[in-house]
């Protein structure tokens, strides 16, 4: 009987332990129905689409792929990209499919929970198809964010978004609100998250960046023109006082172009290229004010 309430609870890993994500799930449904909770484990809720966003060009994830490319080398990683772009040309593909063509490339089989991770992790497409380029593109992650606001800004804004945009593809995160749970104790106009967004733009599949585009990124003479630059933008989301009509404010940005200042390998948290600051004025806010210090810095 205890073996039972246990598996009810998550399958066991290989090592012994359990998946927490899906422990959680579990937990939470068999709080809410009790015995029936066992008979099977509760349906994937996908988050709903972003505004401001195509899931076929760029698409925001706060996990990585279940599937681990990075033990690929190079050559290989093409060759599963060129695979699949031969055999599933329009960008999607049904999941087994997809596994096969992966299990043929990399000699690997993916695990049953890596396939229904992957089905869940993956956009899906017309046909019970799922749109596959996003296991290959070119990610972003935002590991930690830290914004000092003051309380004016605030009061205009009490929301805000972060967006990111490469290539002319322009992606927004969920808005988030001034929450004092993350507010920062000593600094109570500070608030710090680790959201781990995953922002992935597609360089694979009829909508992935093309071989123009990348040229225009990668360029360092000239540089890259502003909309071919990696670009990070602070967004305010609040009411217009005259109005009453919502408004969505872009504060403040930076940008990094991807010839030099992104390095072959990935960047890391320590590594002191990984943070970038976005410093926004009382002026440039139009608070009507003429503090010394900014309105908004985020980091």
Same mark, same amino acid.
């Given at each position: 009987?205890?073996?039972?309430?246990?598996?009810?609870?998550?399958? &066991?890993?290989?090592?012994?332990?359990?998946?927490?994500?899906?422990?959680?799930?579990?937990?939470?449904?068999?709080?809410?129905?009790?015995?029936?909770?066992?008979?099977? #484990?509760?349906?994937?809720?996908?988050?709903?689409?972003?505004?401001?966003?195509?899931?076929?060009?760029?698409?925001?994830?706060?996990?990585?792929?279940?599937?681990?490319?990075? $033990?690929?080398?190079?050559? *290989?990683?093409?060759? /599963?990209?060129?695979?699949?772009?031969?055999?599933?040309?329009?960008?999607?593909?049904?999941?087994?499919?997809?596994?096969?063509?992966?299990?043929?490339?990399?000699?690997?089989?993916?695990?049953?929970?890596? *396939?229904?991770?992957?089905?869940?992790?993956?956009?899906?497409?017309?046909?019970?198809?799922?749109?596959?380029?996003?296991?290959?593109?070119?990610?972003?992650?935002?590991?930690?964010?830290?914004?000092?606001?003051?309380?004016?800004?605030?009061?205009?804004?009490?929301?805000? *978004?972060?967006?990111?945009?490469?290539?002319?593809?322009?992606?927004?995160?969920?808005?988030?609100?001034?929450?004092?749970?993350?507010?920062?104790?000593?600094?109570?106009?500070?608030?710090?998250? *680790?959201?781990?967004?995953?922002?992935?733009?597609?360089?694979?599949? #009829?909508?992935?960046?093309?071989?123009?585009?990348?040229?225009?990124?990668?360029?360092?003479?000239?540089? #890259?023109?502003?909309?071919?630059?990696?670009?990070?933008?602070?967004?305010?989301?609040?009411?217009?006082?005259?109005?009453?009509?919502?408004?969505? $404010?872009?504060?403040?940005?930076?940008?990094?172009?991807?010839?030099?200042?992104? &390095?072959?390998?990935?960047?890391?948290?320590?590594? &002191?290229? %990984?943070?970038?600051?976005?410093? /926004?004025? @009382? @002026?440039?806010?139009?608070?009507? %004010?003429?503090?010394?210090? &900014?309105?908004?810095?985020?980091?």
């Amino acid at each position: 009987k205890v073996s039972e309430n246990l598996l009810r609870l998550g399958r &066991p890993l290989s090592g012994g332990g359990i998946d927490v994500v899906e422990f959680c799930e579990r937990f939470e449904l068999l709080a809410r129905n009790g015995a029936a909770a066992g008979s099977a #484990p509760p349906a994937p809720v996908r988050p709903p689409p972003l505004p401001d966003s195509d899931v076929s060009k760029v698409m925001l994830r706060e996990r990585p792929c279940p599937i681990d490319f990075s $033990r690929l080398g190079l050559q *290989q990683l093409a060759e /599963v990209a060129l695979r699949l772009q031969r055999e599933f040309p329009d960008g999607t593909a049904p999941l087994y499919r997809l596994v096969r063509a992966l299990e043929a490339e990399t000699k690997t089989l993916p695990s049953a929970r890596q *396939q229904d991770q992957l089905k869940k992790w993956l956009e899906p497409a017309p046909g019970d198809a799922l749109r596959w380029p996003m296991m290959l593109g070119f990610e972003v992650v935002v590991e930690k964010l830290t914004i000092m606001a003051t309380k004016e800004l605030r009061k205009v804004y009490p929301q805000f *978004q972060l967006g990111v945009s490469f290539c002319g593809r322009d992606l927004k995160s969920r808005r988030v609100p001034w929450r004092m749970g993350l507010m920062c104790l000593s600094k109570p106009s500070t608030m710090e998250m *680790q959201p781990k967004w995953r922002v992935i733009f597609a360089i694979d599949g #009829p909508d992935g960046l093309t071989s123009r585009e990348l040229s225009l990124a990668l360029s360092e003479t000239p540089e #890259p023109p502003a909309s071919h630059r990696l670009r990070f933008i602070i967004y305010g989301v609040g009411l217009q006082q005259a109005t009453g009509v919502e408004e969505v $404010r872009e504060l403040g940005s930076c940008e990094l172009c991807a010839g030099y200042d992104l &390095p072959i390998s990935d960047l890391r948290p320590a590594d &002191p290229r %990984a943070q970038r600051i976005i410093e /926004v004025s @009382a @002026a440039e806010a139009e608070l009507g %004010a003429a503090a010394m210090t &900014p309105a908004l810095r985020a980091t």
